[in-house]
Nanobody
Framework: VQLQASGGGLVQPGGSLRLSCAAS????????IGWFRQAPGKGREGVSC????????FYSASVKGRFTVSRDDAKDTVYLQMNSLKPEDTATYYC?????????????????????WGQGTLVTVSS
């Protein structure tokens, strides 16, 4: 199982970035995939999760309405479109494979709900 996040970088407040999570080594279409972030000195925070079908997704309150998660099973890739970025969005972003196909309300944002993690990609929002 391999997951590789990419697409991070430096962006000004109010700007946009699209992160990608490329997966390999497992039946990608059968699994929910989550996005987490970790800012310096802080714990890992659940940002979003997309179900295997793409039809049941979750977002943290801090990003809802600004971030959109999607997936392309033909490319074994999940995307996180981030708009209206704020300085507090600065963090290293990670993607992870859930234990199952459907995220569960109240559990999707817990790191223990995921069994495989990729290397992160750094997002810096600053003027």
């Amino acid at each position: 199982v391999q997951l590789q996040a990419s697409g991070g970088g430096l962006v000004q407040p109010g700007g946009s970035l699209r992160l990608s999570c490329a997966a390999s080594g497992f039946s990608f279409a059968n699994y929910a995939i989550g996005w987490f972030r970790q800012a310096p000195g802080k714990g890992r925070e659940g940002v979003s999760c997309i179900s295997s079908s793409g039809g049941r997704n979750f977002y943290s309150a801090s990003v809802k309405g600004r971030f959109t998660v999607s997936r392309d099973d033909a490319k074994d890739t999940v995307y996180l479109q981030m708009n209206s970025l704020k300085p507090e969005d600065t963090a290293t972003y990670y993607c992870a494979r859930s234990y199952g196909s459907h995220p569960i309300a109240g559990l999707w944002n817990s790191p223990s709900h995921y069994d495989s993690w990729g290397q992160g990609t750094l997002v810096t929002v600053s003027s």
